[in-house]
C-alpha cells in the first residue's frame, strides 16, 4: 500500500472516478449534479491527502468523502425547496425519470415500466440519510456489509439491521402504491 504523500491525483482520480460519479449518481438522480460532487470530491481528496491516515484502504476513504458530499448536498436542496428533491427526479416538462442507468442490475431497472421506477425512486428518496446510504451501497454499488461498515463507522450488525429497515420501509412504501402486491 502507498503512503499518502506517494499517491498520485490523477492516478486516483483515473481509478476512482467511476466509483465517485456512481456513487453520487445513485444518490442524487441527477447527471449534472453527480458530475459537480465528483469534482468536489476529488478537490477534497487533494486537499486532504496528506491527512489520510491509512486507517481505511483509500477506496474507503474516498466512498465516505463521496457520501457526505451527497448528503451534505442533499440536505442543502432540501434547506432551499422543500419538495425540490422530488422533482429533480424528473424533467419537469414530460415527467421523465432522469436516473441514468449504471453498470449494475437496479431493482427499479428490472421493472418493466418507467412508471414503476420512478415510484421506487420515490420511495428510496424518502428513506432516512442511513438506511438510504446502506440500501444504495448494498443493492446498487454491491459492497460487502464490511465494506459499507467502515464506510458508514458502525457495525456490520447496525448495517444489517439498516438494511432490514430500509426494505420494510420501501416495502410499505410501495404497498401503498401498490396494494395488490402486499403478501
Same mark, same amino acid.
Given at each position: 500500500?502507498?503512503?499518502?504523500?506517494?499517491?498520485?491525483?490523477?492516478?486516483?482520480?483515473?481509478?476512482?472516478?467511476?466509483?465517485?460519479?456512481?456513487?453520487?449518481?445513485?444518490?442524487?438522480?441527477?447527471?449534472?449534479?453527480?458530475?459537480?460532487?465528483?469534482?468536489?470530491?476529488?478537490?477534497?481528496?487533494?486537499?486532504?491527502?496528506?491527512?489520510?491516515?491509512?486507517?481505511?484502504?483509500?477506496?474507503?476513504?474516498?466512498?465516505?468523502?463521496?457520501?457526505?458530499?451527497?448528503?451534505?448536498?442533499?440536505?442543502?436542496?432540501?434547506?432551499?425547496?422543500?419538495?425540490?428533491?422530488?422533482?429533480?427526479?424528473?424533467?419537469?416538462?414530460?415527467?421523465?425519470?432522469?436516473?441514468?442507468?449504471?453498470?449494475?442490475?437496479?431493482?427499479?431497472?428490472?421493472?418493466?415500466?418507467?412508471?414503476?421506477?420512478?415510484?421506487?425512486?420515490?420511495?428510496?428518496?424518502?428513506?432516512?440519510?442511513?438506511?438510504?446510504?446502506?440500501?444504495?451501497?448494498?443493492? *446498487? !454499488?454491491? #459492497?460487502? =456489509?464490511?465494506?459499507? @461498515?467502515?464506510?458508514? +463507522?458502525?457495525?456490520? $450488525?447496525? *448495517? !444489517?439491521? #439498516?438494511? =432490514?429497515?430500509?426494505? @420494510?420501509?420501501?416495502? +410499505?412504501?410501495?404497498? $401503498?402504491?401498490?396494494?395488490?402486491?402486499?403478501?
Amino acid at each position: 500500500m502507498q503512503k499518502p504523500n506517494e499517491y498520485n491525483l490523477q492516478q486516483l482520480v483515473e481509478t476512482y472516478k467511476g466509483l465517485v460519479f456512481n456513487t453520487a449518481i445513485n444518490f442524487l438522480q441527477h447527471r449534472e449534479e453527480a458530475e459537480d460532487i465528483t469534482q468536489e470530491v476529488f478537490i477534497e481528496v487533494y486537499q486532504s491527502l496528506a491527512k489520510f491516515k491509512e486507517q481505511s484502504s483509500i477506496s474507503t476513504w474516498i466512498y465516505r468523502i463521496t457520501i457526505n458530499k451527497c448528503l451534505d448536498h442533499l440536505r442543502a436542496k432540501k434547506r432551499h425547496k422543500r419538495f425540490g428533491f422530488i422533482t429533480s427526479l424528473f424533467h419537469h416538462e414530460t415527467g421523465e425519470v432522469l436516473h441514468e442507468v449504471s453498470h449494475f442490475d437496479h431493482p427499479g431497472i428490472e421493472l418493466e415500466k418507467k412508471e414503476k421506477a420512478r415510484f421506487l425512486f420515490q420511495a428510496i428518496e424518502r428513506l432516512p440519510e442511513n438506511q438510504k446510504t446502506a440500501f444504495i451501497l448494498w443493492h *446498487i !454499488e454491491e #459492497l460487502p =456489509q464490511k465494506e459499507i @461498515a467502515e464506510i458508514m +463507522k458502525c457495525s456490520v $450488525k447496525a *448495517i !444489517e439491521s #439498516l438494511l =432490514q429497515r430500509a426494505k @420494510a420501509n420501501l416495502r +410499505k412504501e410501495l404497498e $401503498k402504491i401498490y396494494p395488490e402486491r402486499r403478501n
